[in-house]
């Protein structure tokens, strides 16, 4: 993603891009917070664009005629946040570095109402829907990690619950053996929230596979209880 280049100073011409229907200036902040992390957008700087975002007339974010534009001076700003005009500065920098911002403000920084000079958001506005498209799919993947971990979990329950009714027919096989080492070497709880979509997707394939084992050592003793098993495959 690149930011949109524009000479300082140099004002855009109406009508200025607008939020979609539906979305207000407070769905913008939530907007950005969602994707800040494929931004690689730091909290600091992310708060700072909040406050600023704040500071900004609401109206001007679906009007068109005008636009979304914080005269707050840099020291107001960084008075408000409880930090020094230079981290504003950095922020800024970041800020625009990713195309979130643009900065109009005269020779020695000053903005003004009057001279059409602050942090302007036109820019933001015109990547909503790359934005929107970079958070549905996040939490399309965040759903598909949710969905593999309880198939992991019901593989797991499984897969213990036959190991219990085999040991107790006292069976002895290299495949029990197997079994047992599979079992123990699962993460589980923390580990798998921690493991990234790709890996979880191939060990979601491994218990499943070694819960099918499972099922085909069990069914070779006639003996077992016969009792059903939790979503046998």
């Not at 408000?80 to 990713?98: D, F, N, Q, S």
């Not at 939490?139 to 990690?145: F, G, K, L, S």
């Amino acid at each position: 993603m690149h930011p949109i280049s524009l000479a300082p100073g140099i004002p855009r011409h109406g009508p200025y891009p607008t939020l979609p229907p539906g979305m207000e200036r407070d769905g913008l902040v939530a907007l950005i917070d969602a994707v800040a992390p494929v931004l690689d957008l730091g909290n600091a700087a992310l708060q700072t664009l909040r406050l600023m975002l704040g500071l900004t007339r609401p109206r001007a974010f679906k009007s068109g005629t005008d636009e979304p534009c914080c005269y707050a001076s840099q020291q107001e700003v960084a008075r408000k946040r409880g930090v020094t005009p230079a981290r504003i500065r950095a922020h800024e920098r970041e800020l625009e570095r990713l195309g979130l911002i643009e900065r109009r403000t005269k020779a020695n920084g000053a903005r003004s109402g009057v001279s059409g000079c602050g942090i302007y958001f036109a820019c933001a506005i015109e990547q909503v829907e790359e934005f929107l498209a970079i958070r549905d799919a996040r939490e399309a993947e965040r759903r598909e990690h949710a969905r593999l971990r309880g198939q992991i979990s019901r593989h797991r329950r499984q897969v213990k619950e036959i190991l219990r009714e085999i040991e107790e027919q006292e069976v002895v096989s290299d495949g029990l053996e197997q079994l047992r080492d599979a079992h123990r070497g699962w993460p589980c709880g923390a580990a798998l929230l921690r493991l990234p979509l790709v890996a979880l997707i191939r060990l979601e394939r491994q218990v499943a596979d070694t819960s099918d084992a499972a099922h085909a050592l069990l069914h070779k003793h006639p003996k077992s209880s016969g009792r059903p098993h939790e979503n046998e495959r």
